[in-house]
């Protein structure tokens, strides 16, 4: 039945279980009936009150704020030097690292007051392809619009 499955479906596929790509692309966290929201959807047990199972999807924001941000310039053959990664607050409280498109690294490096607390947006984008010829969709954060 798999099998199956697997031979029908031909749509892009998210490259970390957590984003849900649908007509409005968001990363999907979990909460606890305690209040405590996490991102890992493969959490067994609540931190803040112990309980397991407890635990229902919710959609988190597509918008947030750079908590802090670093420029890389060294990586592995084929991926191009420097780009930005940065661990990016929601406002439900769950912390997110991801790439940072639409800055200019060596003008973040000059002037880095001007990233931190920058409000951004969740953008997706096709990676890559798979083995059966998928489009592979990552996500990243960028200035917002407005």
Known sequence: MAEQAQATDTGPRPIVPWLKLGPKPHLEGIKCECGAIYLDPKRVACSKCGETDKFQPLALSDKGKVYVFSVVHQSFPGIKTPYVTAIVDLPEGVS??????????????KEP????????????????????????????????KN
């Open 96 to 109: 997110v690292r991801a790439n940072l498109t639409g800055v200019d690294p060596e003008q973040a490096q």
């Open 113 to 144: 007051n001007k990233i931190f607390n920058l409000p951004v947006e969740l953008v997706t984008g096709v990676a890559a392809k798979d083995r059966e010829g998928h489009d592979v969709v990552a996500f990243s954060y960028q200035p917002s």
